[in-house]
C-alpha cells in the first residue's frame, strides 16, 4: 500500500484500491492469453474455406445455391 493512501484513506478506500489494483493486473493478464491465442490461430493457419474473404468468393458461393422461384422474390 502506498504511504500516501495508507496516511489519508480508512480501511475500507485502503481496500478498494488494492482491488481496483488487483482486478486491473487480473484482465491484463487474461488479455495477454487471449492475444497469444489469437497469434497462435492467426490467419495464416486458417483452413482455405475461412481465408476466402473476397466478393467473388461469395459470389461464387451464392451462384452454387439455387434461386427461389420468382413470386418468393422481393
Known amino acids: 500500500m502506498l504511504p500516501w493512501a495508507r496516511a489519508h484513506l480508512n480501511p475500507t478506500g485502503q481496500a478498494l484500491v488494492v482491488c481496483t489494483v488487483a482486478g486491473m493486473a487480473y484482465f491484463v493478464a487474461a488479455d ?3 492475444l497469444s491465442l489469437a497469434r497462435r490461430h492467426s490467419y495464416e493457419s486458417a483452413p482455405d474455406h475461412l481465408k476466402d474473404t473476397s466478393f467473388a468468393g461469395a ?3 451464392a451462384a452454387a445455391r439455387p434461386r427461389p422461384p420468382a413470386f418468393f422474390r422481393p
Open 59 to 61: 459470389a461464387a458461393a
Open 32 to 34: 495477454k492469453a487471449i
